[in-house]
């Protein structure tokens, strides 16, 4: 049986990782010219949808994460290990 140790507690909704996590998300968006309702219309969202999100009202969850990242053409390893970097 693998046992896996825990670097931080994973109760934080705004950890350091998912923080910078959403932040590369954020970027990702702008840099690709892309606005809210655009990305919202991408993945079959509203815009408040979008908002939340990228405020931290509401958090994604790993399903939402991967389809968030082929909207923008990004590799969802690739943005975990960047967040993990900082």
Do not use: N, W
Not at 17 to 24: A, M, P, T
Not at 49 to 62: A, C, H, N, Q, T
């Amino acid at each position: 049986m693998l046992v896996l140790e825990l670097a931080l507690p994973l109760s934080s909704l705004r950890s350091d990782l998912y923080r910078r996590i959403i932040e590369l998300l954020v970027q990702a968006r702008k840099d690709a010219g892309m606005t809210q309702v655009e990305l919202g219309k991408r993945i079959g969202q509203r815009q408040t949808f979008v908002s939340k999100f990228e405020l931290g009202e509401r958090r994604l969850d790993v399903a939402e994460f991967v389809v968030i990242c082929r909207a923008l053409s990004l590799d969802p390893h690739q943005i975990i290990m960047l967040a993990e970097k900082f």
